[in-house]
């Protein structure tokens, strides 16, 4: 977990921190809000008595948070979850922003793909043509006008994770006989594109100002040209190469994270046969840690500098 190996980093470098792990709540950690005339004030309280105020905050760091499981009747779950959720959130959002890596409100709002593919284009990122529907018509129709070169995924992520094992809803490459078929299965909005043809995809982490670019040699094995993700399924072992980017696509990929209020930002480029730069999509709290395991490239370190950094973005409420 990339958790586990930045947590390890900061043993190495002793640096104090306390981790929580949201599933704990209300088990191993508490949270307390005070509010009234002489002013706010909130604390987190470990069940070793251990009472952390919230203005001895530092930095903050948030990945993949859960909801404990509430020892309680199933008719009361539901009233549980939303609770305890919401209790969650007011700690998140009463932390600063400039306290955190990325905020849980500007991760949540950087998330969605189709505003991404639109931001992207109008900074002046290329993006292929790209369909977003769940008509089957319209997708029919696309098809076509790509000359039936279309892969298709989805609007979300492809990415299901049950804290044990993971899944990965693969993209991929239409073909006439899914395509001409669609009533059978397409019910839910897809996102439909032109397949860029790869040299290479390119795995681009933005910590800071700082710029870190893999690219991933997906079109050595037939069963990676399409989504790379499927080389853990395959066993497969792809290349890794530490890049520099082009002045223009690092400057790009800057920005975009800087628009989102983000200080951390994974983005999926391509590198098309023809040399050309690609967006695809950002993920704002994405996986980094395989990358520095297999490159050596120093993410973490870039990680805890930024953390002691403060950031000048202000909290905002929205």
Known sequence: MATDFLILRLYEKEIPFVR????DFLSEWYVNFMLGKDGSSFSIQLNNRQNIPGNMISGAYIRQPKLPLLNIAMEDQKFAER???ETLRSLWRSIKDHLWLNAP????????????LRIAQEMGFL???TCITSDTELMLKFYEENQ???????????????????KVAATQLLDDESIYDLDQYAHLPMILQKRIHKYRDVRVTVV?????ATAIHSQNHKETEVDWRLADHYKIKLQHEP????????????????????????IDLVISKKGEYYFLELNPNGQWAWIEQITGVLIRDAIIEELGRKSEVSNEIC
């Open 127 to 129: 993006i292929p043509n």
């Open 20 to 23: 929580l792990n949201t599933e």
């Open 83 to 85: 609770e305890t959720g």
């Open 148 to 166: 039936k070169d279309v892969i298709v995924k989805a609007v979300k992520h492809g990415f299901l994770y049950d804290g044990i094992n993971a």
């Open 243 to 266: 890049i520099i980017l082009p002045e223009n696509i690092s400057k790009l990929c800057k920005k975009i994270t800087s628009k989102f209020n983000l200080r951390y930002a994974a």
């Open 208 to 212: 800071g100002e700082k710029v870190f």
């Open 105 to 116: 409100h500007n991760i949540l709002r950087a998330s969605n793909k189709p505003e991404q």
